[in-house]
């Protein structure tokens, strides 16, 4: 059977969820391997758990260039790999870099590259959501081996425990691939909280919560949940929350379990980074407010009564 | 420091878009076309980098004729000239042979910077940047939130999850742009009127070497084999809150075992 490559997003010695997802989905396409790219020392505490979600092999690329260089370590690697493989698939998580990681390797490659996929039949043929998620398409790859990213949380990782085989891979930097460096990385806002893209729930505010000092409504639901904390571009632009938190066609695309939008009106640019969410709930005090065409479950109502009572009753709920 | 900023012309996202029944490729006939929104920050982007570091603008777009509009508007928000890469056979071409056919136009344009969004509002690929600098064989410096220019050193700020990365490269150099980093500005009627006089060249692809065997949707490396309108979402169930909305909604989470 060939082999689908996937490339494992991993950060302080742990695996991201969405790389099982990923694996996950590569079973019905071919023989996972598992591609770790990372500083030296990096694969060992990951490969128990790639294993148990069904790697058949772990390759492992380690340098200290990977830290100091954005993207082109991971292409570098993965072109390699894909000439001695000649995989069925390769498949990257749906975040700016895994983008850019899978537009490098498409042009390198001369492969297609499909984006954004919420789904990946056996065939290799991707399911994406477009226009704001008014249309839903599914697309093939007609050039080279075909380049996937996945939507985190679109797949459900199920565990399907394997023996890997370990193998190392060098990683080779042409001049090209080192001409941009990284001279540092800030971390400006570090809380407890997940991160917004591949958080399973995400609560989201809008200008219906009339100041950023009210945000700690929504940042007490969502702590209640597990969850990430979003917000709209009215909510962004007005200062309220970190641009980073935006959900939408300029901000983040999430697709979590669960969505809930606290004083949001639904605008169409909104509904695009928001929309493929398996469960959405939404609080507005105006019955006509278009985010209530999308919701499972909706409260009219006001959110300064309606948000901190659902907090409470969760924290009863779960003890 | 001479800049190419590179802008899409895109479907207004307030206007129903919608994927013609007859190829699968988007219809950018039936409604109202507009700058893609982030290619204006581009635009302000290398307009102020001129300005404190002199040289000249020129604008790049690839796209039906149509797209001369989305050119004015960057002519007239101060850039100096454009380059427009127009050839039916680029219809329904993918994101690789888009990259391709754009590589192959900085070719015939010197430059030392090359500024461009970081998203297109229609296709929603975030790729070009990256594309491209692989293609170019440059440094890419994508995703930034700030850009700062010392001689032929370029450093940004990329913007993460959680903050933000220093990148540096040397010039020349690709750089996407995210809509935190300025706030571009209205053509002025000035402007406007001296964009009807700055030089607009249109190229094919004969004119650029490109085989028309490698472009265009019947050589697209990727394609939509369907499309089905969403299926429409089970309607939801709407209360109006009489004191109990929030218990109302963790009973449902509960029910749905989110809880
Ligand atoms: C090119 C372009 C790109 C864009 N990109 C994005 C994007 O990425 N993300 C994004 O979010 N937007 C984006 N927008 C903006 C978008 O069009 C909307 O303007 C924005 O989403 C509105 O934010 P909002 O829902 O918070 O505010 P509003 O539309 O003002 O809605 C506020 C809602 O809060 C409700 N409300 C007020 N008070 C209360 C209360 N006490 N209790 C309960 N409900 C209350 C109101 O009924 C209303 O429905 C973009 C726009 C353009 C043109
Ligand atoms: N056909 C095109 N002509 C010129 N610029 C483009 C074209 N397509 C994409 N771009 C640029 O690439 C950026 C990112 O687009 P994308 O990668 O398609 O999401 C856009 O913001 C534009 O600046």
Redesign the interface.
Known sequence: MASVLVLVDHAEGSVKKVTLELLTAARSLGEPVAVVVGAPGAAGPLTDRLAEYGATAVVTAESEDVDKHLVTPAVAVLASLVGSESPAAVLIASSPEGKEVAARLAMRTRSGILTDAVGVDGDGTATQSIFGGAVVVKSRVRTGTPIITVRPNSVTAEPAPAQPETRTAEVTLDDAARKATVLERVVEAKGDRPALTDAAIVVSGGRGLGSGDNFTLVEALADSLGGAVGASRAATDAGWYPHQNQVGQTGVTVSPQLYLAVGISGAIQHRAGMQTSKTIIAVNKDPEAPIFELVDFGVVGDLFTVVPQLTEEIGKRKG | MDIVVLVKQVPD??A????QDSD?TLDRESVDAVMN??DEYAVEEALRLKEAHGGEVTVLTMGPEKATETIRKALSMGADKALHVSDPALHGS???QT?ETIAAALGTVPYDLVVLGS?S?DA????????L???L???????A?KVEVDGSTV?IE?????????????TP?VVSVV??INEPRYPSFKGIMAAKKKPVTTVTIADLGIDPGSVGLAN????????????P??A??????E????????E???A?K??
């Open positions: 996202t307030w129903e878009r919608r994927l699968k929104e982030i993918c994101a690789v990259a998203e509002t929603r690929l975030s790729v070009m940047a990256a594309m600098s692989e293609k064989g440059v440094a890419q410096l994508s995703g939130r450093t990329r913007q993460t999850e959680t903050g933000f990365d220093r990148v540096q490269g040397a150099a809509e935190k697209a490396t990727s394609e939509v084999v369907e499309m089905t309108p969403r299926p979402r089970q939801g169930q709407i209360v109006k809150d004191g109990d909305g929030g218990v109302k909604i963790a449902f989470l509960a749905q989110l809880l």
